[in-house]
C-alpha cells in the first residue's frame, strides 16, 4: 500500500500538567499487518490520565515514552485488513494501540472482540473498557466487597470512580461519592443513585462530611486521588477495612513522586486491620468477559449508567482533549471519535 | 486474705520517651479471684514498646491507660489459687494483665496454659508468645510466604523481628535482616543463620545496601520500624510483593501520629500490585495451638533460636526495663524476673 496514515507523537517532555503543544501530528505510510495481525481502522481512541506517567522522559516504575513515539490509548476500531485466521475485516476490536487512525492488531497483545451490538460503542470504551474493569476488579478481587458495607468512592464522577460507585451500589452496599463541584455532585446522587455525594471543593473538612454521611465507618475505600485523600479518610475506616489503590490523579502531574504527600496514619493499618493493595487491571484479563457481560446486562436494565463523553475534532483534537483532563474539563472518561460507528450499534447519545 | 502485693502504676503520661518516673509502685490488697477465675502469682512479665502508645493520655485508636491504673504487659506466672473447675494450683499459664506481682486469670480473656516443659519459661513469653506469634501469622497469614522468595525484616534482632527472620529462614526464603550496630547483625548472621544483616546505622544507603543484598529484589517486606522505613524500602519490591504492618517503633515514642513521616511512594502499589496488611495477632487467637507447637519443635531442634533477656530486679526494676527500650539497651525481648522458674522447667540460659 502506498496509502498515508496519521497519529500522535511526543514531542516533547511534560513537566507539569500537559498541553497540547507537548503532541505533534505525524504522517506516516500506512501500516502493514504480518501473519497473525489484522489493521484497524480506529473509530474511538481514548484519552487518560494514566497517560501522564510515561511522559516525563524520566525512568519511573513504567518505561517513560520516546520523544517521536506514538502515544499509548486505548481504542475501538474495524478491522479493515487481516492476515488472522480468526479476525475478519468488518469485525469491531478493542485495543491498545495509540493515538493512530490505523493500529495494527495482534492478539498476542490486548485485542477485545465487541460482539454485543445492545449499547452504542463507546460504552466498549467507558464503562466496559479498562475503567469499568478497573472497578469492578477492585472491588470484587481487591477489596473482596460484601454487600451491606459502606463504601467511600474518590474522585468520584471520573471514569473509573463512575463505574465503581454504581458497582458497589448494584452490590449492596452504602456509597459515598467524593468528587468536585456541584455538576458531579448532582450526577452522583442523581443518575448514578449514590447513598451521598461530597463536593471536596465547597467541603472545608471533608473527613467530617464523610463522618457524618456514614458514622458507622467505612469498610472499603476505593481511591482514585492519592495519599493525601486516602490519609485523609483512613481515620475514618472501620475494623478489616480495606484501601483499593486504583489511581493517582494527584501525581500524575508531577514527575517528582517525593514532592507528594505522604501516608501518615499507618499505625490504624495495625490497631485496625487495615488491608490496602493496588491493581493492573490487566492482570485480571482472563476474566474480563464475565465481569463485562454483567457489567452489560447491568448497562441495558439501566442499573448502570455510563459515564463518558465523545469529542468531535479527529485526530487534530486529541492533545487539547487529552491537556484539558488536567485542568478537569472531562465528564468521565473522555473519547475523541475518529470516524463514525457502524451502523449496526445503538447511537450513541453523548 | 489480709496480704498486700504491688503493681506499678502509670504516674503520669508520657511526652516523648518513657522514664523511671512516669511510673509509681503501689501496694494494694491482694485482688481475690470470683467464680471462674484464679489468683495467678507472676513469674516472669515482660515490658514491651508497643505500651509506649497508651501512655500518653491522649485519645488514639487504642484507649489510653488512665493515671493510677497499672501498665499493661503479658507475663507468665503459676496458679496459687483457684475458683475455676478447669485450671488447678500449681499450673503455669500465660496471661495479659499488667505489671503486677498477683493478677487474676480470666480465661474469657487471654490466658494460654504451658504444659511443654521442654523450654525454659521464659520462651512462651519470648518466642512462644505474642512476638513470635506476631511474626508467624504476619509471615503465614498476612503475607502468604513462600518458599524460595526473598524477605526483609526491619527491627530484625528485636522481639518480633528476630522470630520473623528466623521463620521465614526456616520456610526456605532468602532473608536479609536491617538491625543497629554490629552486635545486632552479629547476631542476626551468626546464631539466626539469616542470609545477610545491615546496620542500617552504619549504611549511608540502605536501600543500596539491601539492592546489593537481594539484586533480585523484595517479595515480602516485614515491618517493625514504620513509614520512612517502609517508603525506602518500597522501589525495591518486586510484583506482587507484599508489606506487613508489624510494628511502628519509630512511632511510638511520639504523641503526635502526624509528626511521622508518611509513605509517599505508594505509585509502587498499583505498578506493582502491592500489598500491606498490618495485623493484632489476636484475631488468629484460635489457631495459636498449632503454631506455637511448630515453632515450639524448631527450638527444641535447634533450628529457631530465642532472642530475649530476663533482667532481675523484681517489679522495682521494671519502669527502668521498659525506659530502656527507648534508648535501644534491650536484646530480644526483654523480661523481668518476679520469682524464680518452677523446678520442673529447663533452666534458662540468660
Known amino acids: 500500500?502506498?496509502?498515508?496514515?496519521?497519529?500522535?507523537?511526543?514531542?516533547?517532555?511534560?513537566?507539569?500538567?500537559?498541553?497540547?503543544?507537548?503532541?505533534?501530528?505525524?504522517?506516516?505510510?500506512?501500516?502493514?499487518?504480518?501473519?497473525?495481525?489484522?489493521?484497524?481502522?480506529?473509530?474511538?481512541?481514548?484519552?487518560?490520565?494514566?497517560?501522564?506517567?510515561?511522559?516525563?522522559?524520566?525512568?519511573?516504575?513504567?518505561?517513560?515514552?520516546?520523544?517521536?513515539?506514538?502515544?499509548?490509548?486505548?481504542?475501538?476500531?474495524?478491522?479493515?485488513?487481516?492476515?488472522?485466521?480468526?479476525?475478519a475485516?468488518?469485525?469491531?476490536?478493542?485495543?491498545?494501540?495509540?493515538?493512530?487512525?490505523?493500529?495494527?492488531?495482534?492478539?498476542?497483545?490486548?485485542?477485545?472482540?465487541?460482539?454485543?451490538?445492545?449499547?452504542?460503542?463507546?460504552?466498549?470504551?467507558?464503562?466496559?473498557?479498562?475503567?469499568?474493569?478497573?472497578?469492578?476488579?477492585?472491588?470484587?478481587?481487591?477489596?473482596?466487597?460484601?454487600?451491606?458495607?459502606?463504601?467511600v468512592v474518590t474522585s468520584a464522577a471520573g471514569a473509573v470512580g463512575s463505574a465503581a460507585g454504581q458497582l458497589a451500589r448494584i452490590h449492596g452496599c452504602k456509597v459515598i461519592g467524593v468528587a468536585g463541584g456541584p455538576a458531579k455532585c448532582d450526577w452522583l446522587t442523581g443518575p448514578a443513585r449514590l447513598d451521598a455525594a461530597i463536593d471536596y471543593k465547597a467541603t472545608g473538612d471533608l473527613p467530617a462530611a464523610i463522618a457524618a454521611a456514614a458514622p458507622e465507618g467505612v469498610d472499603v475505600l476505593f481511591d482514585n486521588v492519592g495519599n493525601a485523600m486516602i490519609d485523609r479518610i483512613i481515620p475514618l475506616m472501620r475494623q478489616n477495612g480495606r484501601i483499593v489503590v486504583s489511581g493517582q490523579v494527584d501525581a500524575y502531574n508531577t514527575s517528582d513522586?517525593?514532592?507528594?504527600?505522604?501516608?501518615?496514619?499507618?499505625?490504624?493499618?495495625?490497631?485496625?486491620?487495615?488491608?490496602?493493595?493496588?491493581?493492573?487491571?490487566?492482570?485480571?484479563?482472563?476474566?474480563?468477559?464475565?465481569?463485562?457481560?454483567?457489567?452489560?446486562?447491568?448497562?441495558?436494565?439501566?442499573?448502570?449508567?455510563?459515564?463518558?463523553?465523545v469529542l468531535p475534532g479527529g485526530l487534530e483534537a486529541t492533545p487539547e482533549a487529552f491537556a484539558g483532563l488536567f485542568r478537569g474539563e472531562n465528564t468521565g472518561r473522555r473519547l475523541v471519535r475518529l470516524a463514525p460507528d457502524p451502523d449496526d450499534f445503538p447511537k450513541d447519545p453523548s
Not at 514531542?11 to 495481525?37: K, L, S, T, Y
Open 1 to 87: 500500500m502506498s496509502a498515508m496514515t496519521r497519529r500522535v507523537v511526543l514531542a516533547r517532555f511534560c513537566d507539569g500538567p500537559p498541553v497540547a503543544e507537548d503532541f505533534r501530528i505525524e504522517e506516516a505510510p500506512m501500516p502493514e499487518p504480518r501473519d497473525g495481525q489484522f489493521l484497524v481502522r480506529n473509530i474511538l481512541i481514548s484519552v487518560d490520565p494514566g497517560t501522564r506517567a510515561r511522559l516525563s522522559g524520566k525512568p519511573s516504575y513504567i518505561p517513560p515514552l520516546k520523544l517521536g513515539a506514538t502515544v499509548g490509548a486505548f481504542s475501538i476500531g474495524e478491522i479493515i485488513d487481516s492476515r488472522h485466521p480468526d479476525f
Open 89 to 151: 475485516p468488518g469485525e469491531i476490536v478493542s485495543l491498545a494501540d495509540g493515538w493512530a487512525e490505523h493500529v495494527i492488531g495482534d492478539p498476542r497483545g490486548f485485542v477485545r472482540r465487541i460482539t454485543d451490538r445492545r449499547l452504542p460503542l463507546a460504552a466498549w470504551l467507558g464503562v466496559l473498557g479498562v475503567s469499568g474493569m478497573t472497578a469492578w476488579f477492585g472491588l470484587h478481587r481487591v477489596a473482596n466487597l460484601q454487600a451491606g458495607e459502606t463504601v
Open 257 to 309: 513522586e517525593l514532592a507528594v504527600e505522604g501516608i501518615r496514619n499507618t499505625r490504624a493499618f495495625i490497631t485496625h486491620r487495615l488491608m490496602m493493595q493496588g491493581l493492573v487491571v490487566f492482570d485480571d484479563l482472563p476474566d474480563w468477559g464475565a465481569a463485562e457481560a454483567t457489567m452489560a446486562n447491568h448497562m441495558v436494565d439501566g442499573s448502570l449508567m455510563g459515564r463518558w463523553e
